[in-house]
């Protein structure tokens, strides 16, 4: 794959978005850099101002004259560090050419490298790589059963078929059988099974971005401001590979992931998608395989404990009885009982798995009464009143009916958790007088065992969340109150405010191990905040904490529409210091670099953190504004902002912004053809990344 391109004294980091000169990072907008990339994967060729206008700006109307002005400031980059030698070539009338020899580099992969820009298909195997594993299935703690008449379906029409969708109703195991057969299914795909799950989300429109997350591949750059944008990146990016996307959960954001599903499968000619949803997502190409419940004996049936192992439901019933250790099995005299308990069950996994750990304290008997009161309490009579979710719902109220109070308050307040979270999380947001946070953990344990919640032990720190059907109902339970749900949205802007003071001094994949689990919680909290219901105080906070969550993740999209919001929500009454956060994102963040307002933002927040007497923000502020200033053929108002910057910096000792700022002034130097001191400062940058633990 090719990652890099050398000519002269240059080498162009495709992957890492980034252009170097002698071995010092240059910066230039990211339409330059577009503009660039496609010159030079193009050298010797015309390449015609109609191509380069739908590159770079695709679905755009744009003057002619915004290439010339582009095309200018590189000339004016490639000859202040290039020498004397040519490297554009204009053909009168037509477009450009690069002229220059261009050396194609192989390089290792980058663990979190940058999407291909929307429109770029020619360069975008320059711009994406495959994650280090092959995968990201999570591995299942109890066995399948019963599903290997499905199993053999799916693998059977994926061979011919490259959208393939898993339909039936919740709780009948989707999900489980489709990463079982991704799991069965690696070895023909070279690129891999990945697991898009969308369950958290709340906003269809962030369908790309979860897919981008978990590909490594970071939606950021130009023309990404949309869905559409996004959708694009996507494809361009993934336009190479051969692997298999599981796209599970899809029944709440249906329009948006047929649409992304579609132009994946249209652009990709290696890409398979098996997704999992309660409805199809009805496009071109797809098949469907219906996942049913499992088998259970008919009514009336006589069985004995050899014929009721017969159905697929009763084996799941017995061997998930047997493994809670209290001794449990199916004999002649309690198969007709276990058999009455599956059917009423509907045969749905997910409602026996929640029924099994009743056994604790009822007998089989006991429990087959106890879902005969609460379905004649659902159905009232009526003989068809009985559907899935019903039932499912029933079994989940009933499981409610049977805990503590202490238990049915922690399930409840879990519900406002949009992902899954920390115990030490869990215990900030639920704890009160009735709940003391010693105790919080006990019962969160209890609630794990009987199926209520799920604990993930993945990682250094076990995370717990409710299952999709589960959360819905204990929302209901916990109504309207606010709250809940301002506890946890205030406890995450808390968290994150601490996260983000902890980035500064914490190697980057240790920093994004410890936080990136949270991100479907943040998510959650600001749709509160910003919501009817919410706080925009809270939100403003919660934006103004989490600029380095969305760009360690290359979240842009996302990280773009909650800036709007905020900065549509500030008043003249808001605080001086909640304003300045909201302005900090980092160069190249939220605005292009090329774009006049993301100096005039610097500016402003620099001057709030002025008057506040707070000098190593000031100084974050500065480099944002010196980076936006620093031109190749005007170096003094970028080079003065950006030693402010520096002194700025300096005291508060090591850290990754005093990094880019000596970046950012080797950046100046070398513009100025002062080499050697680019290098100098260079180096200085490069060390101080290696003290942090950073690899370079």
Request: aromatic content about 6%; overall charge negative.
């Amino acid at each position: 794959m090719t990652e890099a391109f050398t000519f002269g004294p240059f080498r162009l980091l495709a992957a890492r978005r980034e252009l170097m000169a002698h071995g010092v990072p240059i910066a230039i907008g990211q339409r330059a850099f577009e503009i660039l990339l496609l010159l030079v994967s193009r050298s010797g060729q015309l390449v015609t101002k109609d191509e380069l206008m739908a590159e770079v700006w695709p679905g755009v109307v744009v003057e002619e004259n915004n290439i010339q002005v582009h095309i200018s400031a590189l000339r004016k980059v490639l000859a202040t560090a290039g020498g004397d030698e040519r490297y554009l070539l204009t053909v009168a009338g037509r477009g450009y050419r690069f002229v220059a020899p261009v050396e194609r580099e192989s390089a290792a992969r980058p663990e979190r490298p940058a999407a291909a820009a929307p429109g770029q298909a020619a360069a975008a195997a320059a711009n994406v790589a495959s994650p280090a594993a092959d995968n990201n299935l999570p591995q299942q703690l109890t066995s399948l059963i019963g599903r290997e008449a499905e199993l053999a379906e799916i693998e059977t029409h994926i061979v011919g078929h490259r959208l393939v969708t898993l339909t039936g109703s919740g709780g009948v195991g989707k999900t489980r059988l489709a990463i079982e057969a991704g799991r069965n299914l690696r070895d023909r795909y070279p690129d891999g099974v990945w697991l898009a799950e969308f369950a958290p989300l709340n906003d269809a429109q962030l369908v790309p971005s979860v897919i981008g997350e978990v590909l490594c591949i970071k939606l950021s750059g130009v023309g990404l401001g949309t869905p559409a944008g996004a959708i694009e990146a996507l494809a361009a990016a993934l336009k190479t590979k051969e692997l298999l996307l599981i796209m599970d959960n899809c029944e709440h954001v249906i329009a948006e992931a047929a649409r992304v599903a579609e132009a994946l499968i249209r652009t990709c000619p290696r890409l398979w998608i098996l997704a999992s949803s309660r409805e199809r997502l009805a496009i071109a190409g797809e098949t469907v395989v219906r996942v049913p419940s499992l088998p259970t004996p008919p009514a009336g049936a006589a069985l004995t404990a050899a014929s009721a192992r017969e159905y697929a439901a009763v084996r799941l019933f017995v061997e998930r009885a047997s493994a809670l250790g209290l001794g449990f099995a199916l004999t002649d005299a309690n198969a007709a009982i276990v058999g009455s308990v599956c059917r009423r069950l509907d045969g749905i996994p997910l409602a026996i798995e929640l029924a099994v750990p009743r056994l604790r304290v009822l007998s089989v008997e006991q429990l087959a009464c106890g879902l005969d009161e609460r379905f004649r309490l659902l159905t009232a009579g009526s003989r068809t009143a009985l559907s899935r979710q019903q039932t499912l719902h029933a079994l989940i109220d009933w499981s409610y009916g049977l805990l503590s109070d202490a238990e049915k308050l922690v399930l409840t307040r879990l519900s406002v958790f949009a992902g899954s979270a920390t115990l030490a999380s869990i215990t900030a947001v639920v704890a009160s007088a009735e709940i003391p946070p010693e105790h919080v953990g006990d019962l969160l344990l209890s609630l794990v065992e009987k199926s209520l919640v799920h604990a993930d032990p993945a990682g250094g720190e076990t995370r717990y969340r409710l299952l999709e059907s589960t959360r819905y109902y204990a929302s209901e339970k916990l109504g309207r109150t606010p709250t809940m749900p301002r506890r946890y949205a205030e406890h995450f802007a808390a968290k994150f405010a601490a996260a983000t003071a902890e980035w500064e001094t914490t190697q980057t994949q240790n920093w994004i191990a410890r936080y990136e689990g949270d991100v479907d919680n943040l998510r959650g909290a600001l749709e509160w905040a910003f919501g009817s219901d919410g706080d925009v105080a809270v939100g403003l906070d919660l934006v103004g904490y989490s600029h380095v969550m969305w760009a360690e993740l290359g979240l842009m999209l996302e990280h773009r529409r909650w800036v709007d919001e905020a900065l549509g929500k500030v008043r003249k009454t808001t605080p001086a210091d909640v304003t300045a956060r909201i302005l900090s994102w980092q160069a190249g963040d939220v605005r292009e670099l090329d774009d006049p307002t993301d100096y005039d933002e610097a500016v402003r927040a620099a001057a709030l953190y002025r008057k506040l007497g707070d000098g190593f923000h000031e100084g974050r502020a500065l480099l944002r504004a010196g980076t936006a200033r620093l031109l190749p053929d005007d170096i003094d108002e970028g080079e003065r902002l950006l030693r402010k910057s520096h002194s700025l910096l300096r005291p508060a000792g090591v850290t990754k912004t005093l990094a880019r700022c000596l970046s950012a002034l080797a950046s100046a130097r070398l513009f100025a053809g002062d080499l050697k001191k680019a290098q100098v400062l260079h180096d200085q940058a490069i060390s101080v990344y290696r003290e942090l633990g950073e690899e370079m």
